[in-house]
């Protein structure tokens, strides 16, 4: 465990952001005996595509979008002793052998990407008409537009409209290999695209 020196008059009596160290696969147990003591916390999760190693098969998890971490928000001088030894709370993160307040704004970023699903979103929203561009998998640098969303229940998949200079195919692509076009990127994309097909 490390040395806890006095910390700064301007952090000790204030209400600040922490970054709290769970023990191993329990970030879920110390946000919960956490918010038992009365602290506010976060423990930001996402869903991620996790493959059977034996099947083959692609399912859906959450998992914690920082493994091993949460915040918490309280006053130092006050509760952090009971947090210390709280069940599932390995330590504070520390910077030279004191616990580091948080960015009140660090905090607030990660709440807005929270959609109403409870989990962080880590891709852009495409809206229907956007100019997309693949980044990977057999259609790499093919450009087209984005038509919706497939709501499946094991994956997240999109359908485009891909457009050459002789053809158009409707494909579905996993999310994560599609990103918005920008506009600068667009005039680069085009004198490519004529030698792909």
């Known amino acids: 465990m490390p040395r806890i020196h006095a910390m700064s008059t301007q952090n000790e009596d204030t209400i600040n952001w922490y970054v709290v160290r769970t023990h191993n696969k329990q970030e879920e147990r110390a946000s919960c005996n956490l918010q038992a003591w009365g602290l506010e916390t976060l423990n930001p999760k ?3 595509n996790k493959c059977n ?4 098969q692609l399912s859906r998890v959450v ?24 069940r599932g709370v390995h330590s504070l993160v520390c910077f030279n052998d004191r616990p580091t307040p948080v960015d ?20 852009a929203e495409l ?3 956007d100019e997309v561009v693949i980044n990977d998998g057999r259609f790499q640098k093919l ?13 997240d998949r999109v359908t485009i409209l891909l457009s050459s200079v002789s053809f158009q195919a409707h494909v579905v692509v996993d999310r994560a290999l599609v990103c918005r076009v ?15 097909f």
């Open 104 to 123: 009140e704004e660090i905090v607030s970023l990660i709440r807005s990407r929270i959609g109403t699903d409870g989990l962080v979103k880590t891709l």
């Open 53 to 56: 190693q034996f099947t083959g």
């Open 182 to 196: 920008s506009p600068q990127t667009r005039s680069s994309l085009q004198p490519r695209l004529a030698h792909t």
């Open 63 to 86: 998992k914690p979008l920082f493994p091993g971490y949460i915040f918490a928000r309280f006053r130092f001088n006050d509760l952090y002793h009971k947090i210390r030894f709280t």
């Open 143 to 155: 450009h087209g537009v984005f038509e919706r969303e497939m709501h499946d229940a094991d994956a």
């Open 46 to 48: 996402l869903l991620v």
């Open 127 to 129: 809206k229907a008409g």
